[in-house]
């Protein structure tokens, strides 16, 4: 159910954040509470899921319904929750880790099964909860307290996992250009599908290396290249592979995108229940008890 009256302030719970002053987080949250107003979704009718990490604690300061899960398992509550009330608008937030490392099995297989839910992950690069380690994010040479050398890993290219999974809405931003962060929520909101949003959010206080400085002056804006089409799925892969530059914007986007509850039929609110058991559900209880 959407509503011309919201206001993006209605999503703000009266639970002050507890990140660091400076924190990506900020920036990221706000985004996406505009992009749920602009949308016409109000709180009553909005699931925000979060797993564990500095982002963990999203719902808490967002007014919704929210559940704080486990590490690595809110994609698959916010895919429950969106097949059991399709009408549902289903936000799930994490970080790197909790998506790219622990979650990294249930990520690929929301993406390959397309179910309509938008997916914010905070990548500071880093795992700030506990203190500064390397994520599946950081770079090879990114030094750390337990990793004085550098994970010597290549990281993790998450948009390239959700092509290969065949991802069916793409895209990249940056908590701090708070317009086009907005915008892009906002049209992952609107899509049809799956929605990855991929959001650089700095950490102030463990990452000096991918900083608000860096992402300013290295990402390069697709909404600004006229020749870039994001339907184009050649044109999105070469983008994504590109190891030289980081983009922010949509990526790719399906146009012919089915959501999962429509391709299977799922379309009633499993949460209303009808008065009485269903017919033969009392003797197949007493069959097996």
């Known amino acids: 159910m959407s509503s011309e009256n919201v206001r993006f302030t209605d999503f703000k719970s009266d639970k002050q954040p507890t990140w660091c002053p ?12 505009k992009g749920l107003a602009e949308t016409g979704n109000s709180p009553d009718d909005t699931f925000v899921v979060a797993g564990i990490g500095c982002s963990g604690k999203i719902g808490t300061y967002m007014r919704s319904y929210a559940l704080h899960g486990v590490h690595g398992r809110a994609l698959p ?142 990402l390069v804006d697709l909404s600004e290249d006229d020749d870039y089409d994001r339907h184009d799925y050649d044109q999105a892969k070469d983008a994504i592979l590109d190891a030289d530059k980081e983009y922010m914007g949509v990526l790719y986007q399906d146009e012919d995108s089915t959501p999962y509850h429509e391709a299977h039929g799922v379309t009633e609110n499993m949460a209303e229940i009808p008065d009485g058991a269903p017919d033969g559900a009392t003797d197949l209880v007493r069959e097996f008890y």
């Open 77 to 218: 509550v916010g895919t429950g929750a969106k097949l059991a009330n399709p009408d549902l608008e289903v936000m799930v937030a994490g970080g790197d880790g909790d998506g790219y490392s622990i979650g990294a099995g249930h990520f690929v297989h929301a993406v390959r099964r397309n179910v309509d839910i938008t997916y914010v992950v905070m990548d500071n690069r880093i795992y700030g909860l506990t203190k500064g380690q390397a994520s599946p994010t950081s770079r090879p040479d990114f030094e750390t307290s337990t990793s004085p050398d550098g994970p010597k890993q290549p990281p993790v290219n998450p948009l390239a996992l959700a092509m290969a999974a065949g991802g069916s809405f793409i895209a990249q931003s940056f908590s701090s250009d708070a317009l086009r962060h907005q915008e892009i929520v906002q049209e992952a909101i609107e899509h049809d599908g799956f929605s990855l949003v991929n959001t650089f959010s700095p950490c102030v206080t463990f990452n000096d290396v991918d900083t608000y400085d860096y992402f300013r002056d290295s």
């Open 22 to 33: 400076g924190c990506g987080d900020f920036g990221t949250m706000n985004g996406m509470m």
